[in-house]
């Protein structure tokens, strides 16, 4: 049951608008509120102040030297639940809520949050509390550290004038990273196309087009609607143009505020005492220093870079024959590799991304994906109908199968509108703990062809599914190490490792069980061919992976003020193969380091080493439940009560190898 200051803040969050729903089935289901615009300054300024007042108790309380720490870490971990059960909905509803004015202020409610916790852990008299405290256990131990850092990291050790600085940073970086998400998330423009630019893309995708008064084709930037273009559109000057207007969405107001975070984040490095902003953000990822995560990728890149060289010139070759010219006019473009590659994998493995929709329709996949999940971890998911944010959006209860106990919920927002978040993502809404009986809840957000999926759409849900199971899955003592809030550079390994199941038959043929109307089995032959195509342009995926990191990395290095990062970009991306695009803006559009991810872009490969390898435990048998409850145990449930580290050895049984990532990498992969 909740505590009495948990039902309380319900109480009052139910008068502003709140809807919980409880049901005759459990009265432990919680679910997410829906928000009026017009309500949420009052609440957000609400919340804040009860929080103040309850962490002024836990700067009061009379503790001495080594006073057990676990009911100070409970009360803690109690105030910050609960304050979650208001800004995790806002955080999400920033993003995919379809009234603008609501997606405004969670923007401006955000920012306050941001702000309040830059003052709670410049709070010297709590940081003296936790500094007192004796933990009993490793769990403990953790988050007593955890919590500790979290106060250094927000300067409590400098002086009053650095503090005061530091705070004044952090307040305009939140600003900074809002607006230019923001800007590229909310861009209204529309592309103009003639009928006759069209030509190669499927009628069914043409039909979902609005026209204009000139019978002219507009197309904005969703996904659903420029990755067909690019891959199918037989016109190149039409992708071409597709293709740097969709660079440019962010527009160049998107680069001055890029160039104001990096110089912000160098300054605030330069408060700690520290040479770069990279250093500063990796003392406590599992890379630790600028120079191992350099190491790493400089390492990738000299198994990659010669790949890319060669899959360009074989798509150049491809071209050259296909269209009967000479090898030396049949340049490829950064608007026609996807292009060709499409033709060329048509041609050599006869896989059209299009047709395979019909393999993967998206309710059967889903449906699929549940199924399999189940198995694997002993769950079931049972959808119950509750008010959400749209209506389209669905909601599960996560059950465990052999106790019946609710564990979770998921919600799930799978197609395109205007106005939402544009790729694909799991906001984490609530986290679990086990002292409070909270329950998990996550939300998958992603822009799919409603009919069905390709490959790599297919691999994109397993991927989000992994990110969601991951959080509802968590079984932790307190909702602060629950499920994602490990390690940046971890968090993908889970998510990672579960994209196998999108690519071998032993999963992947149970898949036509769930179709209805019926649809194609994936057959061996296909399973091969989907392995081929996988296989195939690893060089040019992981080469563009590599670059992406290093300009990360590049921002947020030593010499942050005096570069610009446009410049960098352009001078970076020309020494690739297939060069620099002129006005394109990649930098102005790039969420992940004005999203969380900036020095963690690198986290994607270092994590998709602890998957690969963490796979490997699985062995033939993608199937095995016993496996599948031991990982479900030792790194899902644990959150971040271990450090990703142990995780990877305690389920492993030794320490991580990064072996099957280059052998992936390089296309030795042993099957």
């Known amino acids: 049951m909740k505590s009495n200051t948990f039902k309380l803040a319900t109480l009052c969050l139910l008068t502003m608008g709140i809807n919980q729903t409880v049901t005759a089935e459990t009265t432990k289901r919680q679910t997410l509120p829906t928000f009026q615009a017009q309500d949420i300054a009052v609440m957000c300024d609400t919340k804040i102040n009860e929080v103040k007042k309850q962490l002024k108790s836990v700067e009061m309380r009379p503790l001495k030297l080594n006073a057990p720490a676990a009911p100070v870490l409970a009360e803690w971990d109690r105030i910050f639940a609960e304050f979650e059960d208001f800004y995790g909905p806002i955080g999400l509803y920033g993003n995919v809520y379809p009234d603008e004015a609501v997606r405004n202020a969670a923007e401006d409610c955000e920012v306050k949050i941001t702000q309040f916790q830059t003052d709670i852990f410049q709070n010297p008299k709590l940081y003296q509390q936790f500094k007192k405290l004796k933990p009993s256990d490793a769990i403990d131990s953790k988050f007593q550290q955890d919590i500790l850092n979290n106060f250094e990291e927000k300067g409590i050790l400098l002086t009053t004038n650095k503090q005061k600085r530091l705070k004044e940073i952090l307040d305009e970086l939140a600003t900074i990273e809002q607006v230019y998400a923001r800007n590229v998330r909310e861009n209204p423009q529309k592309i103009e196309f003639s009928p006759a630019e069209l030509k190669g893309l499927p009628q069914s995708y043409i039909d979902a087009l609005n026209k204009n008064d000139k019978g002219n084709y507009l197309l904005g930037f969703e996904y659903p609607e420029y990755r067909p273009f690019m891959q199918l559109a037989e016109s190149d000057e039409a992708r071409k143009r597709y293709q740097i207007a969709f660079s440019r969405r962010g527009g160049e107001k998107n680069l001055a505020l890029l160039k104001q975070a990096i110089d912000l984040r160098y300054e605030l490095a330069q408060l700690f005492g520290k040479s770069s902003y990279a250093e500063w953000v990796l003392q406590n990822r599992m890379a630790k220093t600028p120079e191992a995560v350099n190491k790493f990728l400089a390492e990738v890149h000299t198994t990659v870079a010669p790949l890319e060289r060669k899959e360009v010139q074989t798509l150049r070759e491809f071209k050259a024959k296909t269209l009967n010219i000479p090898l030396q006019q049949a340049s490829i473009e950064r608007w026609s590799d996807e292009y060709w590659s499409e033709k060329l994998r048509q041609a050599k493995y006869q896989i ?320």
């Open 352 to 671: 059209d991304q299009e047709k395979l929709r019909e393999y993967f329709p998206t309710q059967a996949t889903q449906d699929w994906l549940f199924a399999i999940s189940s198995d694997l971890y002993g769950i079931e998911f049972k959808q119950v109908n509750i008010v959400a944010w749209q209506d389209e959006v669905e909601y599960y209860d996560v059950v465990d199968a052999k106790t019946k106990q609710l564990i979770g919920g998921l919600y799930m927002d799978k197609f395109p509108r205007e106005g939402k978040y544009g790729h694909a993502a799991v906001w984490s809404v609530f986290g679990r703990s086990r002292l409070t009986e909270r329950k998990p809840i996550s939300a998958l957000v992603t822009n799919f062809n409603r009919k069905g999926l390709n490959s790599d759409e297919l691999e994109t849900f397993v991927h989000e599914f992994g990110h969601a199971l991951h959080g509802i899955l968590s079984n932790t003592r307190y909702a602060s190490q629950s499920g994602t809030s490990v390690e940046r550079d971890f968090v993908e390994a889970p998510s990672q490792m579960y994209e196998e199941w999108a690519r071998r038959k032993e999963t992947l043929s149970k898949l036509a069980d769930f179709c209805s109307p019926a649809c194609p089995r994936v057959d061996d032959a296909l399973i091969e061919k989907l392995n081929a195509v996988h296989g195939y342009g690893r060089g040019l995926h992981y080469a563009r992976q590599t670059l992406y990191a290093q300009y990360d990395m590049a921002l947020h290095g030593k010499d942050a003020l005096k570069i610009q990062p446009l410049d960098v970009w352009k001078k970076m991306e020309a020494a690739t193969a297939l060069g620099y695009v002129p006005t394109t803006e990649f930098p102005g559009q790039f969420g992940h380091i004005m999203g969380g991810y900036q020095v963690g872009y690198y986290g994607y490969m270092w994590s998709e080493v602890m998957a690969l390898d963490m796979l490997s435990a699985f062995g033939n048998n993608l199937n095995n439940a016993e496996v599948g409850q031991r990982y479900r145990e030792t790194i899902l449930a644990q959150g971040s009560q271990k450090p990703a580290q142990a995780l990877v050895e305690e389920f492993l049984g030794r320490k991580p190898s990064n072996t099957a990532f280059f052998n992936e990498i390089s296309g030795q992969r042993i099957k």
